[in-house]
């Protein structure tokens, strides 16, 4: 499949998921996402879900790992919609956060971090292939932001529906995943 017909696929098949089903799935995708191994995170890029689009409750993987690492240091992302450019933010308890133009929430008041100090990425998706390529939302904001990040960076992905064979329109740019969890199980690639 091309990623265009993924892309028209995934949203509709995330849609037709209703809120108690996302919430079960929620939970489930916790469970996997405990068995990775975080002896070396001090530093996770998440990332707002947004409720408009279905997207899983990503909260519950950042307060699992708050509870695990101790000083583990929290970013969220914040894009530059004329260079397609994303700078990650660690935020506190002091953060506020202000909706951007694609209504997803962003840090204000919070200090920039070096991609090189990150290193677990939350990588939002609408779906993936048996090798860990995945299609986002289109803008590739992902893709050049990895790049800058160390080659060992873990980038997890989190979807409520199994692998795809294959995205037939990779591209030179697009960076796999090392993981994605979905409600049955961890791949790992
Ligand atoms: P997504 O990753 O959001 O699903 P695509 O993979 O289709 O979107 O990428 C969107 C566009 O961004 C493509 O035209 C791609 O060539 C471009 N792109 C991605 N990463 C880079 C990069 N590092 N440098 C320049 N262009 C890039
Ligand atoms: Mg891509």
Same mark, same amino acid.
């Given at each position: 499949?091309? =990623?265009?017909? &993924?892309?028209?696929? !995934? =949203?509709? =098949? ?6 108690? $089903? #996302? ?17 070396? +995170?001090?530093?996770? *890029?998440? !990332?707002?879900?947004?409720?408009? #689009? ?5 909260? *519950?993987? +950042? ?11 929290? %970013? ?25 133009? @694609? ?9 920039? &971090? ?6 677990? /990425? ?8 048996? $090798?860990? @390529? ?7 904001? @992902?893709?050049?932001?990895?790049? #800058? %990040?160390?080659?060992? /960076?873990?980038? /997890?992905?989190?979807? !409520?529906?199994?692998?795809?064979? =294959? ?12 993981? %994605?969890?979905?409600?049955?199980? *961890?791949?790992?690639?």
């Amino acid at each position: 499949m091309t =990623k265009k017909e &993924v892309r028209n696929l !995934y =949203k509709a =098949k995330r849609f037709s998921l209703s809120s108690p $089903e #996302r919430m079960k799935m929620d939970d489930l995708m916790l469970i996997w996402f405990q068995r990775l191994a975080f002896d070396t +995170v001090t530093t996770v *890029l998440s !990332y707002w879900p947004i409720e408009e #689009r279905g997207e899983m409750n990503t909260h *519950l993987f +950042v307060r699992y790992l708050e509870y695990l690492i101790p000083g583990l240091r929290v %970013c969220y992302p914040v894009i530059n919609p004329d260079t397609a450019e994303m700078t990650a933010f660690e935020v506190n308890d002091d953060t506020t956060f202000k909706l951007n133009e @694609y209504n997803i929430a962003e840090p204000e008041n919070a200090v920039a &971090v070096d991609p090189h100090d990150i290193d677990m /990425v939350f990588v939002p998706l609408l779906a993936f292939d048996a $090798e860990g @390529y995945r299609v986002g939302y289109g803008k590739g904001f @992902y893709d050049r932001f990895l790049m #800058r %990040c160390s080659p060992e /960076v873990n980038k /997890v992905g989190f979807s !409520y529906f199994e692998a795809i064979d =294959k995205i037939d329109d990779r591209n030179q740019f697009d960076v796999p995943l090392n993981y %994605c969890i979905t409600p049955q199980r *961890l791949y790992e690639f």
